[in-house]
């Protein structure tokens, strides 16, 4: 880890205190607590990582929609299904009649993202949230919105742009400037045929030189569609924000593209 990493890591390093047999305060040596990384930390540490729904038996059962909740991981190993180190855990907020009255494009959702192991025990990372607004083909298109929850403040935003046939998704700054597109084909047999194996790709490009950043891949399983999402080359400080949003928002419920 670099050394600017590392900076919140030293911040957070306190003394372990105990009480003794007398009852007297005494001061163990000083010992460095590890603290749940962030976002950036994440995407520095690994060249890519897995985002997984986690299963609800009753909702595969009676067909309601549950607030869905997906868990970061590192990617898996050869032989292996899921990521060894648990990173972040995303968890919707949604109320019964958002997640199953209105139409996909038309439903409003929250979500907040918090550090692993602490889970939602600790404060929440990022707040992603979508409005509810009125979608109609090329009209008004879904966008959502990325804040810090600390202060409030604009982090990114993220707008399903109308495509006559690809898949595409534009990933913004505050200044409403794209950091990232998104774009995958309609003619992929892991659209037309979901059977466990089949996959359905997408290329995240730099919008000016259209060069790909990383790559995006959902897998078909059974009850199941884990995503993968790998960079393709180190990006530079200024890309890294739009990118963590791109990973976080790679596979959030009601997010269809037209």
């Not at 030189?209 to 960079?231: C, F, N, Q, S, Y």
Request: net charge negative; hydrophobic share 30%.
């Amino acid at each position: 880890m670099s050394s600017a990493a590392s900076a919140p890591l030293a911040q957070n390093m306190a003394p372990v205190s105990s009480y003794g047999s007398t009852g007297e305060l005494a001061m163990a040596p000083t010992q460095a607590v590890m603290m749940p990384p962030t976002l950036y930390e994440v995407m520095d540490k690994e060249p890519g990582v897995q985002i997984r729904r986690q299963m609800r038996l009753l909702e595969e059962l009676i067909g309601y929609e549950q607030n869905n909740k997906y868990v970061v991981r590192n990617l898996p190993k050869p032989g292996q299904e899921d990521g060894d180190t648990e990173y972040l855990l995303a968890a919707e907020k949604s109320t019964w009649c958002e997640r199953n009255c209105y139409p996909p494009d038309c439903a409003p959702w929250r979500m907040d993202i918090y550090s692993l192991p602490s889970g939602k025990d600790d404060k929440s990372m990022l707040h992603i949230e979508k409005p509810c607004q009125c979608t109609f083909c090329c009209l008004n298109r879904p966008e959502i919105f990325i804040t810090d929850p600390n202060t409030g403040a604009a982090v990114a935003s993220i707008k399903d742009p109308f495509a006559c046939c690809d898949m595409t998704i534009d990933v913004k700054d505050t200044n409403g400037e794209v950091l990232f597109h998104t774009v995958g084909g309609c003619c992929q047999c892991g659209l037309h045929c979901p059977c466990p194996g089949q996959e359905v790709n997408f290329q995240i490009q730099d919008p000016t030189t259209k060069e790909e950043v990383a790559h995006l891949k959902k897998i078909w399983m059974l009850g199941d569609l884990p995503v993968h999402v790998e960079r393709s080359r180190q990006l530079p400080g200024g890309l890294r924000q739009g990118y963590g949003s791109e990973v976080e928002d790679s596979d959030l419920p009601g997010w269809h593209h037209g």
